[in-house]
């Protein structure tokens, strides 16, 4: 599943990659053994299940960053993993924009009513505990 893809426009020699290996931590392949045109030139891990993938694009002199999961990551993470990307490619091409703010998510905490049972049950307990009752 494609989680995001960060477009740019760079001439992609030597010290581009070399910029964004040091920027992404990415493995970078200038030259591939077999097809000289091979459309993956890099690949950095996200997490255990993500990577991000360095690819030519459809038209000459432009490329894609492109994150890719077969996990299930946290939607905080993968905004982090965007910012990261396009901040990477902005260094390349000023013309990439960072992605929008990600929303603060409120925690996926389980409610559950505190009412006066549960509250005199937790009370016996306590004193139990204590040593009161």
């Known amino acids: 599943m494609t989680l995001f893809e ?3 426009a760079a001439a992609m020699d030597g010290h581009d990659l070399a910029m ?7 493995s970078t392949t200038p030259r591939s053994k077999g097809d000289p ?6 690949f950095a891990r996200l997490d ?5 993938f360095l690819e ?9 960053l492109r994150a890719i999961t077969w996990g299930h990551p946290g939607s905080q993470a993968v905004h982090g993993w965007h910012v990261a ?4 490619a ?10 929008d703010r990600a929303a603060d998510p409120a925690p996926d905490l389980p409610t559950r ?21």
């Open 56 to 64: 030519r694009s459809v038209v000459e002199g432009e490329w894609v």
């Open 37 to 42: 045109r091979e459309n993956h030139l890099g």
């Open 20 to 26: 964004l290996a040091g920027a992404l931590a990415m």
């Open 90 to 99: 902005h260094r390349l091409d000023p013309t990439v924009k960072a992605p």
């Open 48 to 52: 255990h299940f993500s990577g991000l």
């Open 85 to 88: 990307a396009a901040a990477a």
């Open 6 to 8: 960060v477009s740019f």
């Open 113 to 133: 009513h505190v009412g006066r049972a549960s509250n005199r049950r937790l009370s016996r307990f306590r004193r139990r505990l204590v040593g009161v009752s």
